[in-house]
């Protein structure tokens, strides 16, 4: 069994790179999150190579603030926008303004302007970086149909980001050994370019959302905001994710100051100690690959969260060459294992229709966490020096992740749970064809029917006002006083009425004891009627139906609602 397993996730990790190499839709969204990733790198090197050679590690400290503090701000406000359109169509603008705002940065380097400049450069090219990932993140949703398809995406989105924070620092501390810190910019400016010109052909249906006609910003802001603090699995993810982020800040002031101070590698060292990270990301993507097929992705995701801080731990104990970098690179592990678990968990327990609001209250968080984090190690060098620094906020991240073990278990366990009935839905031919958040949005809607043998579900002529798919037990479906079909698990019934807003054509009766789940009609209806592909399965079915049911009504072949 243990081999069978084995071989299982093999091949499960296979198909999450193939299934996004043959989906063309995937395949571009996931190489622009690639060029803005590996724009981000760069700039976070330059921008710290900058910093430092203004005023040295008090510096780097307070423009890593000065840079998040803003973008804290506007992701939660700008978030909206995404929820209310193509997704897409932001992250073209967001990569635009970003590239633009880059190369700027690059001719007041090459010009030797006032370092002020720069900064004042960073903090908008960060701004609207900040809004690059909730768009991406809730844009993918809607470009796969399955749970395990969502998984494959983010597990090939945490490879490209392995890759990118591997080849961005990378390239930076090539970059500075031959030229300086305005090239670095160019190419970086030249990456976001890059990276909108890969969307401007992205053509898809997008799943049905609310209408935000005459709805105010602020409303909907507040909206994302309730979504996260009502929902305990949320909160919890996000709040580790900030720790973990506290981290990551630190660490832009720890990777100069230990690659120039206590490795004696200059400059360049800390471009080479942030592709080390790079480096353990990759290793660790290709290990996090194996975790598509899991419903441990809590249990994952903490592990993620320590293997950000341990590492600081040990470079402040052993702060040696070849130690310090084998530490980098398991912070780059962790790193992969946030990325395919917690954005997959994320994607997983907040609807659609607030999706991006919710990852824009995460990249909120992580901006204001990276830029106190940063100020932090600062402080925290200036009061103990750099060695205590390191090890006491690498403890921060382990000593969460301990302390939220069992509820991220339970997480899994409650993800496990809606995996199920999103399968369960995804057996009726009309519901097959929806993307994964409609599926999900149903599957939040589902109400539980037991019902003994021989009890009527309903009966013909009444009113209809629920949509059923049987999970376990048969159901006979009477007309004209005799049984014209029996169905049975993963089969639904009841949508004629709905759809044609008629009264009920047959009656339907449990055969045997029975479990079904229902969908009230204007849950079932938005859904359904709102995707085309659905909608046009919904005619052919109810005409099917209608003749084999009640073949002396006539079937009109018009779409529902029409």
Same mark, same amino acid.
């Given at each position: ?163 990118? &924070? %591997?080849? @961005?620092?990378? $390239?930076?501390? =090539?970059? *500075?050994?031959?030229? +300086? /810190? ?5 190419? #970086? ?116 969260? &320590? %293997?950000? @801080?341990?590492? $600081?731990?040990? =470079?402040? *104990?052993?702060?040696? +060459? /070849? ?5 980098? #690179? ?233």
């Amino acid at each position: 069994m243990a081999a069978v397993t084995g071989t299982q996730r093999l091949a499960d990790a296979a198909s999450a790179f193939t299934s996004n190499a043959r989906n063309p839709l995937l395949r571009r969204a996931q190489l622009s999150f690639l060029g803005a990733w590996t724009a981000e790198w760069a700039f976070t090197v330059a921008l710290g190579i900058v910093a430092y050679r203004d005023g040295g590690a008090a510096a780097l400290g307070l423009v890593g603030l000065l840079r998040m503090v803003p973008s804290a701000i506007c992701a939660p406000l700008l978030s909206p926008y995404a929820d209310r359109g193509r997704r897409e169509r932001v992250l073209v603008v967001v990569s635009t303004a970003r590239g633009i705002v880059t190369a700027a940065a690059a001719v007041v380097a090459a010009l030797g302007g006032a370092p002020i400049a720069i900064y004042a450069l960073a903090v908008l090219s960060t701004v609207a970086a900040t809004l690059f990932r909730p768009a991406h993140s809730a844009l993918l949703p809607s470009l796969c149909h399955t749970g395990h398809e969502l998984a494959s995406a983010n597990v090939v989105r945490g490879m490209l980001d392995s890759v990118a &924070t %591997l080849v @961005g620092p990378l $390239l930076a501390a =090539v970059l *500075l050994e031959v030229a +300086d /810190v305005d090239v670095v910019f160019g190419v #970086a400016a030249a990456a976001s370019l890059w990276s909108a010109a890969l969307l401007l052909r992205l053509r898809y249906d997008a799943p049905p959302r609310p209408t935000v006609a005459g709805r105010h910003l602020g409303r909907e802001v507040v909206d994302g905001l309730r979504a996260v603090a009502g929902d305990g699995g949320l909160a919890l993810v996000l709040g580790l994710a900030a720790a973990q982020s506290l981290t990551r800040g630190a660490l832009t002031v720890f990777s100069v100051l230990v690659s120039i101070e206590l490795l004696d590698r200059g400059e360049p060292g800390a471009g080479t100690l942030m592709t080390a990270v790079g480096v353990g990301a990759v290793l660790g993507s290709l290990a996090a690959s194996l975790l598509v097929g899991t419903r441990r992705l809590g249990a994952w995701f903490a592990l993620g969260v &320590t %293997l950000w @801080g341990l590492p $600081l731990v040990l =470079v402040g *104990l052993v702060p040696h +060459d /070849v130690p310090a970098l084998v530490a980098m #690179a398991m912070i780059g592990v962790g790193n992969a294992l946030i990325d395919v678990a917690g954005f997959t968990l994320l994607g997983r327990l907040a609807p659609d229709a607030v999706l991006a609001r919710v990852f824009g209250v995460l990249e909120s968080t992580v901006a204001v966490s990276i830029g106190l984090g940063a100020v932090a190690a600062s402080w925290a060098v200036a009061a103990w020096g750099l060695r205590p620094a390191l090890v006491v906020v690498g403890l921060v991240c382990p000593v969460l992740a301990g302390a939220s073990w069992w509820r991220l278990r339970a997480l899994d366990r409650t993800v496990g749970v809606h995996d199920e009935a999103v399968g369960l839905l995804q057996r009726v031919p009309m519901l097959r064809t929806l993307p994964l958040p409609s599926v999900e949005h149903l599957a939040r809607g589902l109400e539980s029917v037991d019902l003994p043998a021989g009890a009527t579900v309903f009966s013909r002529g009444e009113t209809g006002d629920r949509y059923y798919v049987v999970e376990s037990g048969e159901v006979d479906v009477v007309g004209d006083g005799r049984v014209v079909a029996t169905l049975g698990p993963g089969e639904g019934f009841g949508e004629i009425a709905l759809l044609r807003r008629s009264t009920r054509t047959a009656t339907v009766v449990a055969r045997t004891g029975v479990r079904l789940r229902a969908l009230r009609s204007e849950h079932f209806l938005t859904v359904v009627t709102g995707w085309t592909p659905s909608a046009s399965e919904a005619v052919v079915g109810v005409d099917r139906l209608l003749e084999r049911y009640d073949p002396d009504r006539p079937a009109t072949g018009s779409p529902p609602g029409s």
